[in-house]
T-cell receptor, first 113, second 112 residues
Framework: EAQVTQNPRYLITVTGKKLTVTCSQN?????MSWYRQDPGLGLRQIYY???????DKGDVPEGYKVSRKEKRNFPLILESPSPNQTSLYFC????????????FGDGTRLSIL | SQQGEEDPQALSIQEGENATMNCSYK?????LQWYRQNSGRGLVHLIL?????REKHSGRLRVTLDTSKKSSSLLITASRAADTASYFC????????????FGTGTRLQVTL
């Protein structure tokens, strides 16, 4: 089954404790992206990757890091999480960007205390 | 920056009625897509309309695009309770062509 898998689905942690949210897709997609969703603000892009070893900033990259060492994986790293990073996070992939539909994971709900 | 703005923010209708939601955007685009999100789940792609198209149909969905007004509308005909969800438009900026920018969404409630 074609899917984008995120882990964990839920996480409560404390300020400053490094965390990684994993994202894996099994569709051989070149393009992967991370979004955060906050009430009233819709989805905002954090980082995206056009292919292996190619990443770029989205609209709200501050406080986040990503890497793309393999085509299927695109982890999101919060080196020193803060409460304003409490949000619902989505990973997405596609074989292109505007022309091709994005396939989304089911989301990761992060709470930073 | 937020590209798309959906209107209305929330919509409540009865089953069998049509639901129309609108999206406005700010810059020239290559394509516009509509997505659906059930509560607590990821977004699901519904339909894509290219900038040189004016109208597109898919089942009970009808999408229009007016590039002169920088706006799009999504019409769901004969709505069902299962259509209850949030709906988002997303645009592919013609200047960058490397990312999608999502709107703030319309929350649709369909009651029996």
């Amino acid at each position: 089954e074609a899917q984008v898998t995120q882990n964990p689905r839920y996480l409560i942690t404390v300020t400053g404790k490094k965390l990684t949210v994993t994202c894996s897709q099994n569709m051989n997609h070149e393009y992967m992206s991370w979004y955060r969703q906050d009430p009233g603000l819709g989805l905002r892009q954090i980082y995206y990757s056009m292919n292996v070893e190619v990443t770029d900033k989205g609209d709200v990259p501050e406080g986040y890091k990503v890497s793309r060492k393999e085509k299927r994986n695109f982890p999101l790293i919060l080196e020193s999480p803060s409460p304003n990073q409490t949000s619902l996070y989505f990973c997405a992939s596609s074989s292109g960007t505007g022309v091709m539909p994005q396939h989304f994971g089911d989301g990761t709900r992060l709470s930073i205390l | 920056s937020q590209q798309g703005e959906e209107d209305p923010q929330a919509l409540s209708i009865q089953e069998g009625e049509n639901a129309t939601m609108n999206c406005s955007y700010k810059t020239s685009i290559n394509n516009l897509q509509w997505y659906r999100q059930n509560s607590g789940r990821g977004l699901v792609h519904l339909i894509l309309i290219r900038s040189n198209e004016r109208e597109k149909h898919s089942g009970r969905l009808r999408v229009t695009l007016d590039t002169s007004k920088k706006s799009s509308s999504l019409l769901i005909t004969a709505s069902r309770a299962a259509d209850t969800a949030s709906y988002f438009c997303a645009t592919d900026d013609a200047g960058t062509a490397s990312k999608l920018t999502f709107g703030t969404g319309t929350r649709l409630q369909v009651t029996l």
